[in-house]
């Protein structure tokens, strides 16, 4: 089962987007992981994230291993399983807040808006929704 593509542009075929949730002492963390795939030759390089006028800095990472298995939705207990298209790669970017901000952590509703370039031009895409992962 492939998990549900809630984003496209013309410089992507597919993104995700999963959230994992983790209790603190004091607070609940999010971490906001976005799966990007794209058609083999291209290549974006992402610098940040807006979720609800909160920064983030991303981390990203090529996927070597595929079908990737991120773990069980929280939603309906099923699988996310992201297989890309045969011939794409499958990108990970991981989201760091820059500045904590109290709302930041808790609102996942939100869209998230990825800033970045591609052969030197600056783009921008939207991934709205996003599934919730079980904690491991």
């Known amino acids: ?33 976005i799966f990007i795939e794209l058609p083999k030759d291209s290549a974006c390089i992402w610098q940040t994230a807006v979720i609800d006028s909160s920064i983030y800095t991303i ?24 297989t890309p298209k045969a011939g794409n790669t499958l ?7 820059e500045q904590q901000s109290s709302s930041a952590f808790h609102d996942t509703t939100k869209p998230v808006v990825l800033k970045g370039s591609f052969k030197g031009r600056k783009i921008s895409c939207t991934v709205s929704g996003a599934i919730e992962l079980e904690p491991m």
């Open 1 to 33: 089962m492939s998990a549900p593509c809630f984003g496209q542009s013309r410089y992507t075929q597919k993104l995700y987007h999963f959230i994992e949730k983790k209790a603190g002492e004091k607070d609940t963390m999010v971490t906001h992981f």
């Open 59 to 82: 981390h990203s990472t090529q996927v070597e291993t595929l079908p990737l298995e991120l773990g069980i939705q929280a939603k309906n207990q099923k699988k996310a399983v992201i």
């Open 91 to 97: 990108w990970r970017l991981e989201l760091d807040l």
